[in-house]
């Protein structure tokens, strides 16, 4: 494949880049700087991007920069969930088989939330995947677990992560009481001309070999196909990287570029 030829020893484009070798646009590292701060003050933050700007990438790095001594993280992805598996999603995977109806796996999981802050001495952050496909009740029950004492401290950080259509479906009037019990928004734009340029170059770098495999022109032509979406750049690189590979090319130009994208991409 690809990689032998260019003598890499990763592949470059593809989300299972470890952590630690992700491109930082300094947007996504204020970003993380932000929900650093939920989960250290236990809020409610809700985290919006276009699609393929790198929302679950970015949900990965900010669960590997929380020591898991001190905060147990729980994600959930699904685009169907409802207030009753949202609560039992959560306790199973704190170990426990939730109760059947929604009322009980609510007080279990607040009791579980009470022993791991007060026994454990460790704070709770749950990340909702996919949250603009969630429907009105989810949410809904969502604020509730987030108001269910009356002291100042939430029992868990909650961040919902979707699509931007999340957040234009909680400025409508009736998401009014959810939205308000947000304290940060967060929003992950898509990168301009020179974050692609620094993107592909930083990928390159994970991948071992060359940095310098695409011009500055073949730079400018993926990122007009990709308009800033790392998925898109992603596709594009890697479709590109395999047409030079099968024509013994070292360097990707424009012209080349231009042929992947009017041969083989959508």
């Given at each position: 494949?690809?990689?032998?030829?260019?003598?890499?020893?990763?592949?470059?484009?593809?989300?299972?880049?470890?952590?630690?070798?992700?491109?930082?646009?300094?947007?996504?590292?204020?970003?993380?700087?932000?929900?650093?701060?939920?989960?250290?003050?236990?809020?409610?933050?809700?985290?919006?991007?276009?699609?393929?700007?790198?929302?679950?990438?970015?949900?990965?790095?900010?669960?590997?920069?929380?020591?898991?001594?001190?905060?147990?993280?729980?994600?959930?992805?699904?685009?169907?969930?409802?207030?009753?598996?949202?609560?039992?999603?959560?306790?199973?995977?704190?170990?426990?088989?939730?109760?059947?109806?929604?009322?009980?796996?609510?007080?279990?999981?607040?009791?579980?939330?009470?022993?791991?802050?007060?026994?454990?001495?460790?704070?709770?952050?749950?990340?909702?995947d996919e949250a603009h496909l969630l429907a009105k009740e989810t949410l809904e029950e969502i604020r509730f677990?987030?108001?269910?004492?009356?002291?100042?401290?939430?029992?868990?950080?909650?961040?919902?992560?979707?699509?931007?259509?999340?957040?234009?479906?909680?400025?409508?009037?009736?998401?009014?009481?959810?939205?308000?019990?947000?304290?940060?928004?967060?929003?992950?734009?898509?990168?301009?001309?020179?974050?692609?340029?620094?993107?592909?170059?930083?990928?390159?770098?994970?991948?071992?070999?060359?940095?310098?495999?695409?011009?500055?022109?073949?730079?400018?032509?993926?990122?007009?196909?990709?308009?800033?979406?790392?998925?898109?750049?992603?596709?594009?690189?890697?479709?590109?990287?395999?047409?030079?590979?099968?024509?013994?090319?070292?360097?990707?130009?424009?012209?080349?570029?231009?042929?992947?994208?009017?041969?083989?991409?959508?």
């Amino acid at each position: 494949m690809y990689e032998n030829f260019f003598g890499m020893s990763h592949t470059p484009f593809t989300n299972g880049i470890p952590v630690d070798s992700l491109y930082m646009s300094s947007m996504l590292d204020e970003t993380l700087g932000r929900l650093e701060f939920v989960a250290d003050r236990q809020l409610f933050a809700v985290v919006t991007a276009d699609v393929g700007c790198g929302k679950t990438t970015s949900v990965r790095k900010f669960k590997s920069m929380l020591p898991e001594d001190d905060y147990a993280v729980l994600y959930i992805s699904d685009s169907k969930l409802t207030p009753r598996w949202f609560y039992n999603g959560l306790l199973e995977q704190l170990g426990l088989e939730g109760q059947f109806y929604r009322g009980d796996a609510r007080k279990q999981l607040h009791q579980q939330l009470e022993i791991i802050r007060g026994v454990h001495r460790r704070k709770v952050v749950a990340i909702v995947d996919e949250a603009h496909l969630l429907a009105k009740e989810t949410l809904e029950e969502i604020r509730f677990l987030l108001n269910y004492r009356m002291d100042s401290m939430n029992p868990m950080a909650l961040i919902l992560v979707g699509q931007n259509e999340l957040w234009d479906k909680l400025k409508l009037q009736s998401y009014s009481a959810i939205r308000q019990r947000i304290d940060m928004k967060c929003e992950l734009p898509q990168h301009d001309r020179a974050q692609v340029g620094e993107y592909i170059t930083a990928h390159l770098a994970y991948a071992g070999g060359s940095t310098d495999i695409f011009t500055d022109k073949a730079m400018d032509e993926v990122y007009r196909y990709s308009a800033g979406s790392s998925r898109a750049t992603n596709k594009v690189c890697t479709h590109s990287l395999m047409f030079a590979s099968q024509r013994a090319k070292k360097l990707i130009d424009d012209h080349m570029v231009r042929t992947v994208i009017e041969g083989e991409l959508p």
